[in-house]
């Protein structure tokens, strides 16, 4: 078993730290909230540590899960981040969803710094971290991802190396593309059948049969139809990873349509207080404004 570190116990991080501590780890863990780390420690054990660079100390591995480019430099880098404590050889393995810009920044300092730095976004939602089933696209050094894709197995459901340092970042913008399409998709047949006076749990259980079924129709389809959105990833982070894919989009020369037009949909979310709901409240927006 390894010593670890753990920073960021969000709605992702704290159960996923958990999942490390059921398989036997070592793990102390940072987050910026105090009590949320004791609360964390009182749960499953380990230990918290007052600062990133304390909580990395003697860690064979340091994963990150914060919330942007900016909390993720902050806890990494500085006299108080983890590279700062992180013993040479270490690796840190980071789990927010970033730009590639910041992933290749930090890359090229841990490297500078003798330690290993692996790109590990993840898909899966609350549901996925909680139960251990996450999907975890990597980039990096495929010594690095060798050594850490053990550990990470503890709450992956898949784990692959997809390339060089920021490939990760560049999947996990996939992803979110592929879902902002499908997510307003499956709004609009829900809101059609709706109208159209049709049953809308009956229509899915005969469309999901076919090729309209998805991960989303199967999981979201029954809130969005009872108008609740508390189940998952949040617009207001949604919106913070559109703008990642779109910005990058730009610099790589790629089109993205669709994308660009769920984006301003999502900020009429917002608009409407939606900002914490969850990404299915595309919905609401049609309900709402039509």
């Excluded at 993720?72 to 992180?86: K, N, P, Y």
Aim: glycine share 14%; charged share 20%.
């Amino acid at each position: 078993m390894a010593k670890l570190a753990f920073i960021g116990l969000g709605v992702m991080g704290y159960p996923m730290a958990g999942h490390l501590a059921a398989k036997g780890h070592e793990v102390t863990v940072y987050n910026r909230t105090a009590a949320k780390a004791e609360a964390w420690v009182k749960e499953h054990g380990g230990a918290w540590a007052p600062t990133p660079k304390e909580a990395a100390e003697g860690a064979d591995f340091v994963m990150t899960c914060v919330g942007n480019d900016d909390d993720l430099r902050a806890v990494c880098a500085g006299e108080d981040g983890a590279f700062a404590g992180m013993k040479p050889g270490a690796i840190l393995v980071d789990h927010t969803t970033v730009s590639a810009r910041v992933t290749a920044e930090l890359y090229g300092a841990a490297k500078k710094k003798g330690l290993g730095y692996v790109d590990a976004p993840i898909s899966g939602g609350q549901a996925g971290a909680e139960n251990g089933v996450l999907s975890v696209m990597c980039g990096g050094d495929a010594g690095d991802f060798d050594a850490a894709a053990p550990v990470i197995d503890a709450y992956a459901k898949i784990c692959r190396r997809l390339g060089d340092s920021g490939a990760g970042q560049m999947t996990k913008m996939c992803n979110q593309i592929a879902i902002a399409g499908l997510v307003q998709g499956l709004s609009e047949a829900l809101h059609f059948a709706q109208k159209a006076g049709l049953d809308g749990e009956k229509v899915v259980e005969v469309i999901s049969q076919g090729a309209a079924g998805s991960w989303q129709m199967q999981n979201r389809y029954k809130t969005m139809l009872a108008d609740e959105f508390e189940h998952g990833f949040a617009v207001d982070w949604m919106r913070k990873d559109l703008g990642i894919c779109l910005s990058t989009s730009d610099e790589i020369g790629a089109s993205l349509p669709v994308t660009a037009l769920v984006d301003q949909f999502y900020k009429d979310v917002q608009k409407l207080g939606g900002g914490r709901w969850d990404t299915s409240s595309l919905i609401k927006r049609l309900t709402e404004l039509g």
